[in-house]
């Protein structure tokens, strides 16, 4: 089943009670506008073989809301490599890539991210404190009758503030302020997003943290059950409830069928 990847955003934005994500051209960034549309791609767009100082391609801009500062991303050339940038100034907004819709049945995500500074006021699991130097969000579309009564009532509510429905689950991995590794919790809105907690607090700051996750044995850990097709990945560097300041890096996101990649645990490297 086909569902706009605009969903996606609304989902992974329940976390604050405006819980909409809003897809605009117009920003108080004026370089948003310099983004692409959002469109539907096989795999996200690799930063490391775009050009440094720019904006990435194959990228679109997703803001949480209208009265929210814009987080600024920008392909750097870092250590010996282009990544994309995140500073965050008591702001919270992303990027995303809509997907042609695929099986999620031996789909493995493949990135790596740097954080360089603490956010030593956030918690993940208080709505007032919810943010986080680093997430990567995955969003899968399902069997929406299956969906408790609370989560449509909710979907309704986004939809209503955004025009746009929410996708059925949606997974996402963060870098966590405080919390346990690998502790998997909803988000405090909804049972439709689960945060899965691979980094921790200061711990590993400063260092290339290398990810690869099987979606589909974190979706069953998540939700119980197998996942339906995969239709988008987005990323977000936020400081706005904190009203804090960061500064992150994302390498690469890749998709990766296992017999593509070489299973291994999450490492580090300096």
């Known amino acids: 089943m086909r569902r706009s990847f605009n969903l996606f955003l609304v989902s992974v934005l329940t976390f604050t009670l405006t819980a909409c994500s809003l897809f605009s051209g117009g920003s108080n960034q004026a370089d948003v506008s310099q983004l692409d549309p959002l469109v539907p791609r096989e795999q996200p767009q690799k930063f490391s073989v775009q050009e440094d100082g720019n904006l990435p391609k194959g990228w679109s801009f997703y803001r949480v809301a209208p009265y929210k500062k814009n987080t600024a991303y920008r392909l750097q050339n870092y250590q010996g490599r282009t990544v994309l940038k995140a500073e965050s100034n008591q702001s919270a907004s992303g990027l995303a890539v809509k997907l042609n819709p695929r099986p999620s049945q031996h789909l493995w995500l493949k990135w790596e991210w740097k954080a ?7 918690n993940n699991l208080d709505k007032y404190a919810d943010d986080a130097p680093l997430r990567v969000m995955v969003a899968f579309d399902g069997d929406r009758s299956k969906l408790t009564m609370k989560d449509r009532m ?5 939809q209503i503030m955004s025009g746009q429905e929410m996708p059925y689950a949606t997974l996402m991995y963060v870098w966590s302020p405080k919390g346990q590794l690998e502790q998997i919790k ?7 997003v689960k945060l899965i907690a691979v980094d921790i607090g200061r711990e590993n700051l400063g260092q290339w943290r290398h990810h690869q996750r099987d979606l589909t044995a974190d979706y069953i850990k998540a939700y119980g059950y197998a996942p339906g097709n995969l239709i988008g990945i987005a990323l977000m560097t936020d400081t706005d409830n904190t ?3 960061t500064k992150a890096y994302y390498g ?3 998709l990766k069928y296992r017999p593509y990649l070489e299973a291994k645990p999450s490492q580090s490297k300096q």
């Open 243 to 245: 009203k804090s300041q």
């Open 154 to 158: 909710v979907a309704e509510m986004a």
């Open 186 to 192: 909803s988000n405090p809105y909804t049972d439709r």
């Open 116 to 122: 360089v500074s603490p956010l030593d006021k956030a």
């Open 252 to 254: 690469d996101i890749e």
